[in-house]
């Protein structure tokens, strides 16, 4: 598609429910992120996937949380047992590998997000 | 380690005056540096980079930044703000040579309100 796809775009679910988001990129862009973003507050950076390479997790605060991405395509983000505090914003990014001079290399685009609240 | 700085959680600025929005960073290799900004209820967009070449970098909405190496600074500024570049932005950088990590690392972000 012509920009970073996500879905739902707005999910409500009761606490200790699993809940999927879905993240479709940009065609042939080879990095993707996910972040969580809270009520006025900055990004929380949740997970890393470049190419082929092992995935950064680094960022996912508990092993409620997963991710996986097939390939350079679809990735989905899992929570598992929500909480409240899980309540938040879901932002994926993708980008293609920077190539010094050209534009649209390097720089992510997002998308609109995926709203969660746990009740 | 890397890390970026964003010292001001709010900047205020009348319309029609300049506005600077400061960044400074750390990194053990060459910057990448990114500004984006994300307006009222919408995801994030990108407004410009620093790779490599001037060290003055023009971007998107009349935005403009200045990479200064001495000082690890990456300032957005913009001459004449608008009521409509209100909104919350956001200063990245990673190592460009960092081999396979390639991780973006995220300022805390900076309001900027713009007083009519």
């Known amino acids: 598609g012509a920009g970073v796809s996500q879905s739902p775009s707005n999910k409500v679910t009761e606490k200790g429910k699993d809940v999927e988001l879905r993240c479709d990129p940009i065609?042939?862009?080879?990095?993707l992120y996910w972040y969580r973003q809270r009520l006025g507050q900055g990004l929380e950076f949740l997970i890393y996937?470049?190419?082929?390479?092992?995935?950064?997790k680094s960022g996912l605060p508990s092993d409620r949380f997963s991710a996986e991405r097939t390939g350079e395509s679809v990735s989905t983000l899992t929570i598992q047992r929500t909480q409240q505090e899980d309540s938040a914003v879901y932002l994926c990014a993708s980008s293609l590998e920077v190539v010094p001079g050209l534009a649209n290399t390097g720089e992510l685009f997002f998308g609109e997000g995926s709203r969660l609240t746990v009740l | 380690a890397q890390s970026v700085a964003q010292p001001e959680d709010q900047v205020n600025v009348a319309e029609g005056n300049p506005l600077t929005v400061k960044c400074t960073y750390s990194v053990s290799g060459n910057p990448y540096l990114f500004w984006y900004v994300q307006y009222p209820n919408r995801g994030l967009q990108f407004l410009l980079k620093?790779?490599?070449?001037d060290n003055l970098v023009k971007g998107s909405y009349g935005f403009e930044a200045e990479f200064n190496k001495s000082q690890t600074s990456f300032h957005l500024k913009k001459p004449s703000a608008l009521v409509s570049d209100s909104a919350l932005y956001f200063c990245a950088v990673r190592d460009g040579y960092a081999g396979n990590n390639r991780k973006l690392i995220w300022g805390l972000g900076t309001s900027l309100a713009v007083n009519p």
């Open positions: 065609s042939g862009h080879t990095a």
């Open positions: 996937f470049q190419g082929n390479s092992a995935p950064d």
């Open positions: 620093y790779i490599t070449g």
